[in-house]
């Protein structure tokens, strides 16, 4: 069994999680500020989310995989990045899907859903 990568003592969680997030907040970000390559961007991230989709926690580090993936001292946390990866979830799809168009699409509610992960991992 593997050890949880870049364990933070205080959550108990993986720093490497927020890794999951950072190339659909970047893009996003982008998107935002460059309408021109709106829709090329978007397609870059739809082949992006195809590939490497966004995993709950314990799917990210599964226990058969890694050793004291969850414990009584992170599961609330768990619980609370997988929210938080259902709501990401729920905000992103639509403009994947092609529902939103860039320019009504929310970045910051992606933004601060970056953050609340953050936030309960360090």
């Known amino acids: 069994m ?3 990568p870049q364990l933070v003592e205080r959550s108990g969680l993986s720093a490497d999680y927020l890794n999951v997030f950072s190339a659909y907040v970047s893009t996003v970000n982008y998107i935002k500020l460059n ?5 090329n961007l978007i ?3 739809r082949a992006c989310h195809q590939i ?3 995993k709950r926690y314990g799917e990210r580090f599964p226990p058969n ?3 004291n993936v969850k414990n009584k001292s992170n599961e609330n946390g768990i619980k609370a990045l997988d929210w938080i990866v259902g709501r990401f979830e729920t905000v992103l799809i639509p403009l994947l899907n092609g529902n939103v168009k860039p320019k ?3 970045g910051l509610e992606i933004n601060h859903l970056y953050q609340l992960a953050k936030n309960v991992i360090e």
């Open 65 to 67: 995989k890694y050793s």
């Open 43 to 45: 397609s870059d991230l």
């Open 52 to 54: 490497k989709p966004i």
């Open 35 to 39: 309408s021109e390559l709106a829709s």
């Open 104 to 106: 009504d699409f929310n």
């Open 2 to 4: 593997e050890d949880v």
